[in-house]
């Protein structure tokens, strides 16, 4: 398997904010100082303090969700189904899903960070550790509040997915037959 989803990081986030002023000002509650680092997220500034790591999100984050959200995606109908299998057969090879074909079959809460999920697939099947079924093409979302990952079920494996529209799946209706 590949190395799966990254760990996730501060950069890039709206909330971090270094303070560059040489004038100390109180802001979201805290007395700001020059070349601080400082994390916007809740309703105080928090400071990140030297043994918080540099690069990485630290475990305090106001957007880490603990546990982490678990959903599963599945085909709306079959016949959303059945047109993915043609082009896919036509195609003569995998069709990532995407998120309009798809809709929410169920949510539940796991211990598991998307990285520890794809780390474990390595050594056990899914079904040991999530104590779900998966049909082929079932997309699963590991949400941890920074950086969802998504991961198709096909050929009896897990395939990352990138550009899985989530919103779009989860406005879309399950059609029961």
Known sequence: ?????????????????RYTDAIPMRRQGVMMRMDERYCLGGKR????KKRDPSIYTPSWCPKRKIPCELRIYTFKSSDDWWLHISLEHSIGQF?????HRHALASEAVTGL???EFWRRLDQEAYYDFLEITLKPHDVVE??????PAFFCYADGGFRMLYGFDAAAARRCVLERR
């Open 45 to 48: 500034a928090r400071l990140f």
């Open 95 to 99: 069709l990532p899903p995407d998120g």
């Open 1 to 17: 398997m590949s190395d799966g989803p990254k760990k996730p990081t501060c950069y890039m986030c709206p909330h971090d904010f």
């Open 113 to 115: 960070s998307p990285r």
């Open 142 to 147: 590991i949400d941890d509040g920074l950086n």
